[in-house]
């Protein structure tokens, strides 16, 4: 299996700047692709950055604003956030999509963090 730990989570004012941290441990062959997703209350979970092979990809809501990475000798993916909006307040969510050393495929969520954005 899996497990995703995010961490970085907080009450921060609008325009500044938070750095979420995923780690992931288990025993994992491979991993097909990361992401970070964000569910607000009362809204659907939608996507907010993914990386996979090196190729990221950014919702549209924030383009230029966000930057996801990954650093394997740590076992870590980041979301970095700048210029941070009342609109981002939501609960963040790591996600990994990983063949096991088992050979079979596994897809895993991390429990959370909490992001909130002060106007």
């Known amino acids: 299996q899996v497990q995703l730990v995010e961490s970085g989570g907080g009450l921060v004012q609008s325009g500044g700047s938070l750095r979420l941290s995923c780690a992931f441990s288990g025993s994992i062959s491979s991993i097909n692709a990361m992401g970070w997703y964000r569910q607000a209350p009362g809204k659907q979970r939608e996507t907010v950055a993914t990386i996979s092979s090196g190729s990221t990809k950014y919702a549209d809501s924030v383009k230029g604003r966000c930057t996801v990475s990954r650093d394997n000798a740590k076992n870590t993916m980041y979301l970095e956030m700048n210029n941070l909006k009342p609109e981002d307040t939501a609960v963040y969510y790591c996600?990994?999509?990983?063949?096991?050393?088992?050979?079979?495929?596994?897809?895993?969520w991390g429990r959370g963090t909490q992001v909130t954005v002060s106007s």
């Open positions: 996600y990994c999509s990983a063949v096991l050393a088992s050979g079979s495929s596994y897809d895993s």
